[in-house]
C-alpha cells in the first residue's frame, strides 16, 4: 500500500468522531484447509481476479529454518514463493505455480533488529514491519533517511518491488539505495544440503547486490536486509494549496530546494499542492506526527457509503457528482493538513515539525484495539469498501516537463473527466535518485501514482475510462516511464524489458545463476518480469489486461468502443459513445 491508495472519506467526516483512531487489523494473506491453501493480496482481488493457490505454507522463525524450508523444496523440486505479513503488491508476484507449489511466509521471522552505531547500520530479519524497524532505530538515536508513505509492509517485501519516499538528497528517496547488505537463501546442490545463505556487501558484492536488492522474489527468499541509518533528525512540513499554473517549470527547483519534497497535482481542480519538507535539527520544538487520512481508521458503515456512492454515480455516469466530491475531497485535506497533526492528537497549522520516524510514514488503520470493532482500513476487502487501481510510473527526469503538458492539454479540453482521479489523491509526484540496481532507476526521476475507480464486474466500464487509460499509455508508451514492480495493471509492464536495455540481462544472469531451475518464477511472475502481452479477449482492455485493437475488446453492448486518445492519438482507449461510429 502507498500514498495514493485511497479515496479521502471527508464527504463523510462529520459522522467521524475524533476519537475513531483504532481499527480491525487486515486479515492475513494467505488462509489454509484441509484443501490446501489461497493467497491474497490486502486488497481482495488479485489483476486477474483468479484464485492464487498453494499446496502448503511453512512460518520459519530463524535464519536455519528459513534454510531448511528453502532445501526442503529444492530437493523436491517443488516451486516456492515468499509472502509476507502483509501482501499489499498489486501484481501477482506471490502466487507460485503448481498444485504442489509452496509458500514460505516470513511473518513470524521478524525478531532480530540490530544497530551497529559506530557502522551507522541496522540489520533486520526480512520479517520486521516497517513501523517496528524504524521505532526501534529512534529509539536509539538514530533515523532512517527514506521509506515508503505506507507502512504496512515488511522490510523484506519493501525493497523486492522498489518502494520508495520522495528526494533526490543523499542516497536518494528509494529504500533500496539505502541497502548495503542482504543475507539470501539460495537452492543449492546435495553437497551443500539443497539450500545456502549468501551473504552480500555493498563495495564487495555489488554485481550480486545490484540485482538482489530489487529482485521481485524471483533470485531466492530474502533473510536478512542491512541498511544505513543517521543520526536522528526531525522534520518541518508546510503544505502549500494553490495554482497549478508553471506546474511543469516549478517541479524540478521544488524537487532540488526540500529534500523530502514531493507534489500532489489535482488536474481537474487546477491545483497543485507542494509539500515544503526539510529536516530539522533535533532540538528544534515539536512533536508533529503524520497521520495520512487516507491510512487512517474509517467506520465500516462508512467506507461502504463511499463505495456506494461512487458506484451511483458511475451508474449515472454523473460527472458532476464527481466533480463536487473532489471540491469536498480537497477542502477537507486542506483544512486538516492532510492528515498532518502538531502534537500528534490535532493540526492547528504550518510547520508540523516532528521526529523522522513519526513523520516519514503511516498507516494508523493497521492496529487494532479490544475496545473498538466497527472501524478498518477503507480497502478492507472483508467489508466491500473502497476497490481500485493504482497507475504508478518513473520517468526519466528530461521527458517529464512534456508528459504535464500533455495531461494539461487533456484536461483543458473538458475537466470534468479528470474528477475521477481527483476523488481519490490526484497525481502524486515524488522525487528519486539514480540507482544501481539493476532494475531499479537507471537516472534521476520522478513517480506519478494516481488511482481509479475499479468496478465490481469485470466486464463493467467506467465512467470517462478513456481518458485514464489515455494516460496510462501516454506515460508507458509515448513517454518510455518504468512501471513500479509492485503497483500498475498488467499493461503498464508491456516490453518492459527493453526500458532496462543492459541491466535486464545482468538481472537475467544473476537470476540463472541463483535459481537455475526457475523455482521461484512463475507464470505470473514472468509475465510481469518480461512484460508479455497475453492472448486479446473480449473486454480485456476494460482491466487493463490489453490494449484494444478492435471494439469487443472493449464493451460495445454498453456503448464502449476502441477509439485513438485524444491528445497522445497513437493511444486506444474504450471509449463511451451513443452511437457506434467506425475507429479513427
Known amino acids: ?73 529444492s530437493e523436491r523440486n517443488l516451486k516456492v514463493k515468499t509472502v509476507t505479513k502483509f501482501s499489499h503488491t498489486i501484481p501477482k508476484l506471490a502466487c507460485p505455480s503448481g498444485s504442489d507449489a509452496m509458500l514460505i511466509s516470513t511473518s513470524k521471522y521478524n525478531s532480530v533488529i540490530e544497530i551497529e552505531p559506530d557502522r551507522l547500520t541496522v540489520t533486520a530479519d526480512s520479517g520486521v514491519s516497517l513501523r517496528e ?72 558484492d555489488d554485481k ?28 518541518s512540513i508546510t503544505y502549500n494549496f494553490t495554482s497549478d499554473v508553471a506546474l511543469e517549470d516549478i517541479f524540478m527547483d521544488h524537487g532540488k530546494r526540500f529534500e523530502f519534497g514531493d507534489i500532489t ?119 466491500n469498501g473502497l476497490f481500485f487501481y493504482e497507475t504508478t510510473a518513473i520517468f526519466p527526469l528530461p521527458r517529464f516537463r512534456d508528459f504535464i503538458l500533455d495531461v494539461k492539454k487533456l484536461r483543458d479540453m473538458k475537466p470534468e473527466r479528470l474528477c475521477g482521479i481527483d476523488i481519490y489523491n490526484g497525481i502524486l509526484i515524488r522525487f528519486i535518485k539514480g540507482s544501481k540496481a539493476y532494475l531499479g532507476q537507471g537516472e534521476d526521476s520522478v513517480v506519478i501514482d494516481f488511482n481509479y475507480y475499479r468496478a465490481d464486474d469485470a466486464l463493467t466500464p467506467r465512467l470517462n475510462q478513456d481518458v485514464m487509460e489515455e494516460m496510462e499509455q501516454m506515460t508507458f508508451l509515448k513517454y518510455g516511464a518504468k512501471p513500479h514492480w ?51 479477449y473480449d473486454g480485456c482492455a476494460l482491466e487493463g489486461n490489453c490494449v484494444c485493437s478492435e471494439d469487443r475488446h472493449c464493451s460495445p453492448s454498453k456503448g464502449y468502443f476502441c477509439r485513438q486518445g485524444l491528445v497522445y492519438t497513437q493511444a486506444r482507449v474504450c471509449r463511451f459513445s451513443s452511437a457506434k461510429v467506425s475507429m479513427a
Open 1 to 73: 500500500m502507498r500514498f495514493s491508495h485511497t479515496i479521502s472519506l471527508s464527504i463523510f467526516c462529520l459522522l467521524v468522531t475524533i476519537s475513531t483512531v483504532h481499527s480491525v487489523p487486515p486479515q492475513p494473506p494467505v488462509r489454509c484447509d484441509q484443501t490446501g491453501c489461497t493467497v491474497s493480496s490486502a486488497y481482495g482481488t488479485w489483476p486477474d481476479r483468479k484464485t492464487c493457490k498453494a499446496a502448503n505454507i511453512t512460518y520459519p522463525t530463524t535464519e536455519e529454518e528459513l534454510r531448511k524450508a528453502v532445501a526442503y523444496a
Open 486 to 536: 509492485g503497483k500498475n495493471r498488467k499493461v503498464g509492464f508491456f516490453g518492459v524489458k527493453q526500458k532496462y536495455g543492459p541491466n535486464f540481462d545482468k538481472f537475467l544472469e544473476v537470476k540463472n545463476k541463483l535459481d537455475p531451475k526457475m523455482m521461484f518464477s512463475s507464470e505470473w511472475s514472468d509475465e510481469i518480469l518480461f512484460g508479455r502481452e497475453g492472448l486479446k
Open 265 to 383: 497535482w489535482y488536474p481537474s481542480r487546477k491545483t497543485a499542492v507542494y509539500r515544503y519538507d526539510v529536516r530539522s535539527p533535533v532540538n528544534v520544538s515539536g512533536n508533529g506526527v503524520n497521520d495520512f487520512i487516507g491510512f487512517q481508521s474509517n467506520p465500516i458503515l462508512v467506507s461502504k457509503g463511499v463505495r456506494a456512492l461512487e458506484k451511483s454515480l458511475e451508474a449515472s455516469k454523473s460527472e458532476s457528482g464527481k466533480c463536487t466530491t473532489a471540491d469536498t475531497t480537497l477542502a477537507y485535506k486542506k483544512l486538516t493538513g492532510n492528515g498532518l497533526k502538531n502534537n500528534g492528537l490535532l493540526f492547528t497549522g504550518y510547520p508540523v515539525i516532528g521526529n523522522q520516524g513519526k513523520i516519514q510514514t503511516s498507516g494508523s488503520c493497521l492496529y487494532s484495539s479490544s475496545f473498538r470493532i466497527d472501524v478498518s482500513c477503507s480497502w478492507d476487502p472483508r467489508y
Open 208 to 235: 550480486l547486490l545490484n540485482a538482489v536488492k530489487v529482485s521481485l522474489g524471483v533470485l531466492g527468499v530474502i533473510s536478512k536486509v542491512k541498511l544505513s541509518i543517521e543520526k536522528a533528525f526531525k522534520r
Open 133 to 204: 524497524l524504524i521505532d526501534k532505530v529512534e529509539a536509539a538515536g538514530f533515523s532512517i533517511g527514506t521509506s515508503p508513505y505506507w507502512e504496512g509492509v515488511s522490510i523484506g517485501g519493501l525493497i523486492s518491488t522498489g518502494s520508495h519516499g520522495s528526494s533526490w538528497s543523499g542516497r536518494g528517496g528509494s529504500v533500496h539505495d539505502h541497502v548495503v547488505g542482504i543475507s539470501l537463501v539460495v537452492p543449492a546442490n546435495s553437497s551443500e544440503r539443497y539450500a545456502k545463505v549468501i551473504r552480500l556487501e555493498e563495495g564487495r
